[in-house]
C-alpha cells in the first residue's frame, strides 16, 4: 500500500515564477491536507480539502496561493509569483475518511526561491 | 482556534535516561493528541496518539500522558537510544468535528552515547 506520494521533492523557482505542487494521498484516504515547514520550525496548517471541496483553508495566505483537489488526479497547491519567503518544505497529509483519524505524511515538496 | 505550546525546545540527555516532551492545548474541545517524529529531511511519522477519552497509553518504550482538566499532554521515551535522536512534535485536534491538527514548535531531543 503505497504512502502519500508528492512530487516534485525538489523545486527551484525565480522571483515572480510560478510553484505547483502535487499530493497524491493513500490508497482509501479521502482527506488532504497541506502544511509548511520553515528551516528550524513547526508545521504549519495551511488548508484541508476533500474531493472538489476546500473544508477549511484558514492557514492559506489571501494571495498567490491556492489549492484543489479535483475528482480524479492528485491535490496541486500552486503559489503563484513565488517570492523568497515561500522557501520551505511543503507536506502533504491524508487521513481516512472519519473524524478524527492519523494524519500520514508525504515526503515534502522542498521549494527554494532565488 | 486551536493553540499548542510545546517545552522544551531542545533536550539533550545521556542514552539510557528518560525524555519527557510536554505540551499545553487551549481548545478543550480537542479530543485527538497525536506525537510525530521527524527526523533530518525527512516525513514526520506518527509514533504514538491518545484519544481524549484516554488518559495514558504505552507503546514498548514510549508511552503519552493526558490530562483533560489541565489541557496538558506528555511524551515519555525511557531507555532512550541514539536512534530516538530528532525532533518530535506534538498536536491536537478533533475538537467540534475539525480535521485539522495543530501543532507544536518542536522539540528537538539529542541522545548523548
Known amino acids: 500500500n503505497a504512502g502519500v506520494m508528492q512530487n516534485p521533492r525538489h523545486l527551484v523557482r525565480r522571483r515572480g515564477q510560478e510553484a505547483r505542487l502535487r499530493c497524491s494521498p493513500m490508497?482509501?484516504?479521502?482527506?488532504v491536507y497541506w502544511y509548511r515547514q520553515l528551516p528550524e520550525e513547526g508545521l504549519k496548517f495551511m488548508v484541508y480539502?476533500?474531493?472538489?471541496?476546500?473544508?477549511?483553508e484558514s492557514g492559506m495566505p489571501k494571495e498567490r496561493f491556492s489549492a484543489e483537489f479535483p475528482k480524479e488526479g492528485p491535490s496541486i497547491l500552486r503559489i503563484q509569483q513565488v517570492v523568497r519567503g515561500d522557501s520551505a518544505a511543503y507536506f502533504c497529509?491524508?487521513?481516512?475518511?472519519?473524524?478524527?483519524?492519523?494524519?500520514?505524511f508525504g515526503n515534502g515538496t522542498r521549494l527554494t526561491v532565488t | 482556534g486551536e493553540n499548542v505550546e510545546q517545552h522544551p525546545s531542545t533536550l539533550s540527555v545521556q542514552e539510557g535516561d528518560s525524555a519527557v516532551i510536554k505540551c499545553t492545548y487551549s481548545?478543550?474541545?480537542?479530543?485527538?493528541f497525536p506525537w510525530y517524529k521527524q527526523e533530518l529531511g525527512k516525513r514526520p511519522q506518527l509514533i504514538i496518539d491518545?484519544?481524549?477519552?484516554?488518559g495514558e497509553k504505552k507503546d514498548q518504550r514510549i508511552a503519552v500522558t493526558l490530562n483533560k482538566t489541565a489541557k496538558h499532554f506528555s511524551l515519555h521515551i525511557t531507555e532512550t537510544q541514539p536512534e530516538d535522536s530528532a525532533v518530535y512534535f506534538c498536536?491536537?485536534?478533533?475538537?467540534?468535528?475539525?480535521?485539522?491538527?495543530?501543532f507544536g514548535q518542536g522539540t528537538r531531543l539529542t541522545i548523548n552515547p
Open positions: 497529509a491524508s487521513s481516512q475518511d472519519r473524524v478524527i483519524s492519523p494524519l500520514h
Open positions: 490508497k482509501g484516504h479521502s482527506h
Open positions: 480539502l476533500q474531493k472538489e471541496n476546500i473544508i477549511d
Open positions: 481548545d478543550s474541545a480537542s479530543n485527538y
Open positions: 491518545i484519544r481524549s477519552n484516554v
Open positions: 498536536a491536537a485536534g478533533g475538537g467540534g468535528g475539525a480535521q485539522k491538527l495543530v
